[in-house]
DNA sequence: TGTTTATAAGTAATTTTTCTCATTTTACCC
DNA sequence: GGGTAAAATGAGAAAAATTACTTATAAACA
């Protein structure tokens, strides 16, 4: 989880220039844990900068993605999610609200790959995905 | 996993009917781990039906999940996958040739809810993605 | 401040999935 | 086996999400 600030430099050291439009992105990322899909990313953006384009939300997501600043989320499955919490933890998600709940307990000592394909699969991480209903839902 | 004939069993319990297409589908379904997306299964179909459209396939597939007979998969961020194995169980997907491998074990005696969230939300279930590489792919 | 170069906007294209509706097929009853 | 109601198919178009392309603009830095 980078502040705008330090999501500013990072991308300065690779060359690539920060506008106004790529910073309310990073600000609207800090801090985030509503997992917003692009299109509510876009809807923030387009009310400060009404010019603002789909391409540009994708394309500030796809770079933030790429330098590992921000995970994409394919829990829902009508959309994807985006996620500036990159340590690795888990999900519930609602289903009948779609809302995703963050869950940072580490499993990691519980879960393995079966010994069986050890030789065949490295494994780089796992994710958990909890499905069922809050409060509100039910 | 059930059979292409218990498929027709449970769709014709529910008043549906089973065209040539559909028991086409059935049988691709049957026994089958490789975890199709609509588009593989439509290749398949049209080789024996050239006609048939994705909307039968789609069609198809959301009368199975509905009944419970297939889980759609959402693991891969390019498409959804179909599965007819409804026991629970967990994924491998290798992140570079996109094939998804079962992993049967089960993990639920260590997979829980943190307590904290108990009474917020209703767990029905839970899913491991294991993501990584195959041997073939590194 | 000027120059270079990446980015934004606008538009169009792609990909996946869904919808509409006319036609065809299935299941069933006689 | 033929007739009939209900359901499914297919063809095309549409929707929704995402990506690509092109040109004008704006950021970074000398």
């Known amino acids: ?48 900068y009404p010019t603002v384009s789909f391409t540009t939300i994708y394309k500030t997501l796809e770079t933030l993605r ?7 989320l394919t829990i829902d499955e009508d959309r994807k999610h985006y996620d500036p ?6 999900h519930m998600i609602c289903s009948t609200c779609k809302k995703i709940l963050d869950i940072s307990e580490d ?7 079966p010994d069986s394909l050890k030789n065949d699969y490295t494994v780089s991480g796992f994710h958990i995905s909890f499905y069922g209903t809050c409060k509100g839902c039910n």
Chains 1, 2 share one sequence.
């Open 107 to 113: 499993f990691s000592s519980h879960i393995k790959l």
């Open 1 to 48: 989880m980078e502040t705008a600030e330090q999501l500013t430099k990072v991308l300065r050291n690779h060359g690539m220039k920060i506008t106004p439009q790529r910073l309310m992105i990073f600000k609207i990322l800090e801090n985030n844990e509503s997992h917003p899909s692009a299109e509510e990313i876009y809807k923030k953006v387009k009310k400060i």
């Open 66 to 72: 790429d330098l590992g600043e921000v995970k994409e």
């Open 85 to 90: 919490n990159t340590k690795t933890h888990h």
